[in-house]
T-cell receptor, first 118, second 116 residues
Framework: GAVVSQHPSWVICKSGTSVKIECRSL??????MFWYRQFPKQSLMLMAT?????????EQGVEKDKFLINHASLTLSTLTVTSAHPEDSSFYIC??????????????FGPGTRLLVL | AQKITQTQPGMFVQEKEAVTLDCTYD???????LFWYKQPSSGEMIFLIY??????QNATEGRYSLNFQKARKSANLVISASQLGDSAMYFC?????????????FGKGTMLLVSP
């Protein structure tokens, strides 16, 4: 399957600081990437859809000014958690949709980023 | 109403036995896709298998097969010959196709524990 990388794999920061997470598709061009958040023992919740060259589409209840998404190239999307607070501590995981015909729009996931805000 | 329902919070199976993880879905979209992902304790989401709503045959990938019963709206994952490394969370997900782009909706997951 396609390879998606994510950096950093974990981060600890102080309350009020901003944290940037990168998501890269390594062996294919991804016009669409997705950002999810997963709290302990819960399922993945879609936060936003990141489209290359245009604004991200946020899910209901997700603050777009707090979770800034930039999809500047076909292989890179970034999520910036601005003014992070302890309640933002979570596992953030990105995915990229492989547009290659025959891949049924399968989403391939990065390894995730564990964020801990103190 | 939940779009993806996984009724088994946890399942136990002995090594080398087969196990079925249940998944039911709800959609009015005639074109949809069903996915199963495995999430080990490391957190990564590993794609296992895909079934399209128009596919005539059940999907199979190695030891994984998908028991697709369209009329019942169920897409159960069958793992044959379980291995210790199969211990993980398993998520069923559905892709619908509203407005020309697709997002995934996940179920709550089933924790599978494989014992020696």
């Amino acid at each position: 399957g396609a390879v998606v990388s994510q950096h950093p794999s974990w981060v600890i920061c102080k309350s009020g600081t901003s944290v940037k997470i990168e998501c890269r598709s390594l062996d294919f061009q991804a016009t669409t990437m997705f950002w999810y958040r997963q709290f302990p023992k819960q399922s993945l919740m879609l936060m936003a859809t990141s489209n290359e060259g245009s604004k991200a589409t946020y899910e209901q209840g997700v603050e777009k000014d707090k979770f800034l998404i930039n999809h500047a190239s076909l292989t890179l999307s970034t999520l910036t958690v601005t003014s992070a607070h302890p309640e933002d501590s979570s596992f953030y995981i990105c995915s990229a949709r492989d547009p290659t015909p025959g891949f049924q729009e399968t989403q391939y996931f990065g390894p995730g980023t564990r964020l801990l805000v103190l | 109403a939940q779009k993806i329902t996984q009724t088994q919070p946890g399942m136990f199976v002995q090594e080398k036995e087969a196990v079925t993880l249940d998944c039911t879905y709800d959609t009015s979209d005639p074109s949809y896709g069903l996915f199963w992902y495995k999430q080990p304790s490391s957190g990564e989401m590993i794609f296992l298998i895909y079934q399209g709503s128009y596919d005539q045959q059940n999907a199979t990938e190695g030891r994984y097969s998908l028991n697709f019963q369209k009329a019942r709206k169920s897409a159960n994952l069958v793992i044959s010959a379980s291995q210790l490394g199969d211990s993980a969370m398993y998520f069923c997900a559905m892709r619908e196709s509203p407005s020309g782009y697709s997002t995934l909706t996940f179920g709550k997951g089933t924790m599978l524990l494989v014992s020696p």
